[in-house]
């Protein structure tokens, strides 16, 4: 269903259209230097987690989930 490098995949292409850095991110939500890694190699990651990813980003889980290629659906 949902693939776990794919929205690891959306992070990364996201984090670089607005030019932050994956560590400062990750530092700014207190999260592990790796979870992005880690989520891309199957890890789970919590709701709450892609929630705080997705506000962090101003975009929409649905589009960190691939359900839309427009970042502001359902934000």
Partial sequence: MYVTQDIADR???RLKEKGIR???MLSDLN?????ISEFA???QMSCIAL???ADYLDC???YLLGRTDN???NR
Avoid: F, L, Q
């Fill in 51 to 53: 929630a705080r990813i």
């Fill in 31 to 35: 999260m592990g230097i790796n979870a």
């Fill in 41 to 43: 190699k199957g890890k």
């Fill in 71 to 73: 970042p502001a659906v």
């Fill in 22 to 24: 994956t560590k400062d």
């Fill in 60 to 62: 929409s889980v649905d």
């Fill in 11 to 13: 992070i990364k292409w």
